[in-house]
Each structure stands twice: as structure tokens, then as C-alpha cells.
């Protein structure tokens, strides 16, 4: 089916939610809850750390990353667990602690810059043998593209607010200042349903959890440029499982040439015995350089029973898709319960 008559066909069932990748004046926007603890984050820190910090934060904008590969493996996998929790009638909340700007233009401003897209969605985008998971998920990025063009990108806020039923919710966490501006303004008519934070993910979660409807995804999804982010995310999931076992938590990270990169999926292992899906995409050797992202992987907590399978037949096709060297490859590991 065309894309265009695919996207009007799954349109009209479905909310809008304005979107602009620029961002505007507050005055048109959601109210924004304070954090309760962001001043923990730093309460430990000396002044030049925390600056350092800030520096590193300031200078990270997916912008420049939207619908490369590794936002393919995660969007695809974070739409896959959303579908699972709406196949109940029972509530569920989505929170974001990472959530971007949700939309962005991948004909102007940064996604030009880098065209990473190249790498991910465009690879995708004009494929006409999908298999169903990776079709699913093209199938959403076309919501944004009526016209069959592709000019926009949906971040997971986006992707994520599409699923969402009357009686779900989500909550989404933002902490550079630009970017929540434009979050707020693309989540502008969005009501209650959408509360949006302007502050640091790891900490504000955790006043949060266990959410009323005791059913939830959380994905957590840091840029990783500050090295602190691997140790914070680690902390952050131990502690939620604390508050919330039962809960799906998504954990995205980068394949880069760092020593906490490498160990990393080793140390998600160990937050839990049992329930568990790891699945990673490589598509090339890791740069001479020693600089760059050379593949992804998500971590996945109390996942559907259901999606190793579906990960294990479909994405072989993914790395034919995006592989760029004879280093692509995709592993599934799943502990079941
Ligand atoms: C990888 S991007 C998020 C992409 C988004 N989840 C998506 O898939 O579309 C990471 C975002 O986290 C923000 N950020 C960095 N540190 C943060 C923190 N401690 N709490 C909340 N947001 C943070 C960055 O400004 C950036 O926008």
C-alpha cells in the first residue's frame, strides 16, 4: 500500500500533536513541573564538575543524530513495547527520561549538518520488502511525512504519544533549556495527559514510580557524552526496580571505543537475574580514529515474551539494511522469567 494512503488510513484514528523542530516563547506551552530533585544531581559535585557537566549537556542535540541507525534499532524496539501494553485496556504510563525535542527537521538545521539520517531512516524509507516489525515502525515515521517526502523525523515522545489511548499517560523529562522549549511547544495541545518536565531524568523518575496504573514503559535513553552517564543510568534502573520491579524499563547505549561502553551490557545483566532482552545492531568496525558510534543496543528489563523472537527472525534483515562493512552483525540474548 502506499505510504501516503497508509499514513491517512492510521491518521484519522489518531490525536495530533502540533510539531515544530524550532524552538518558541513559552507563553503557548504546557505547564512544566519542577523536578523534585534535581539539586541531588549536583549536590556532590564541585562547582567545575557541575560546569563540566553542563558544558557536555549543553553541546548534545539529537538534532544532529535523528534517524540514524542507532534511533532505528531504538524506535523500532520502544514502538514494539508500546503496542505490547496497549493490547490490554488496563492503563499504562510511557516516561522518557531523555525525551529530546520529539520532532526534528532532517531538511534544515543540524540533521543537514551530519546527515546521519542517511545511515538509518532514508535506508529504510523507500523499501519495499519491510519485514513487519521495521515496516511498523516506517509506518510511523510516515505519520510525520504525509506526502510520501521525508522532512521530519519523530523522536520517541512522538512515536510514543501516537500509542497512547485516553486512559494512558506519559511523562517526559527534558533538562537542556532549548530543547524542552521545543518539546513544550510540540506537546503544546497535548493536555494533562502529557506532563512535562524541565529537569535532570535520573533523579525526577524516581518521585514517580510506582506510577498509579502499575503498568509502565520507561525508557531511558542518555546522550552518554559525559561518561557519568553509564554509572548514572546503572543506579537509576536499580533503584526504580526498587520502587517498581514489575515495570518495562528500555535502556538505549552506544557502541563507541570506550572502555564503559564495552562493559556496559555486561553490568545491565547483572540488575537482574532473570527477565531480560538484549539486543544490539553493529554495522561497521569501530572507526581507526577511535572516535564515532559504530553500532547500538538496547537493554530491555521485564520485556513481552514475544519480542526476542520477533527480533531474532527480523533482524537479519535490518543488518543487509544498515550494515556498512563486513563487521555488521545483531545479537538477541534474552533470560526469559
Ligand atoms: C539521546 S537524546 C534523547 C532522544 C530521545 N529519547 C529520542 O529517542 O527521540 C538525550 C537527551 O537527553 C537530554 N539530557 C541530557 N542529560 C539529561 C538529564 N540528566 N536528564 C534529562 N535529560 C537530559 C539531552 O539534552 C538530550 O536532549
Sequence with gaps: MPRAELTAKRGAAQRSVAYNTRPRRASALLPVVPPHCTRTAGSTLDRHALFQRFLIMLSYRHAFHAGNHADVLKHAVVLQLLRYLGQKDKAYWYIDTHAG??????????ATKTGEFQTGIARLWERNDLPPLFADYVEEVSALNPDGQLRFYPGSPYIAWRQLREQDRMRLFELHTTEIDVLRHNFRDAGRRAMLYAGDGFDGIIALLPPAPRRALVLLDPSYEDKRDYSRTLRCVEESLKRFPTGTYAVWYPQVKRPESQRFPEQLKKLQERDWLHVSLTVSNPPEDGFGLYGSGMFILNPPYTLAKMLKEQMP????????????EFKVEYRGD
Design 317 to 328: 534483515w535490518l543488518v543487509k539494511a544498515l550494515g556498512e562493512d563486513r563487521a555488521a
Design 101 to 110: 525535542a520529539g520532532v526534528y527537521s532532517l531538511k534544515e538545521g543540524y
